[in-house]
């Protein structure tokens, strides 16, 4: 299991700009719906933003520590 801060951690550590909410869908910490904010998003399409996200969430996502991830993102 992460936890959100866990979450938020880690996309800062990619994004340190970053404001990010992070939302636990399930109680069960494997589901969550993410909001990213970031300067580093502009000019980006919405493909090139997301992939930064699962880059900085990469390993969580593949030992299945996060199963199922609704992301949002965005430039300020």
């Known amino acids: 299991m992460i936890t959100p801060q866990q979450v938020e951690q880690m996309i800062k ?5 970053a404001q990010v909410q992070v939302q636990d869908l399930t109680g069960g910490g494997d ?3 993410v909001t990213v904010v970031s300067s580093q998003f ?8 997301h992939r930064i996200v699962y880059d900085a969430l990469k390993q969580a996502m593949s030992t299945e520590a996060i ?9 300020p």
């Open 42 to 49: 502009a000019g980006k399409g919405l493909v090139q933003q």
């Open 31 to 33: 589901h969550y719906q």
């Open 13 to 17: 550590g990619e994004l340190p700009d």
């Open 67 to 75: 199963h199922a991830l609704a992301l949002k993102t965005c430039a």
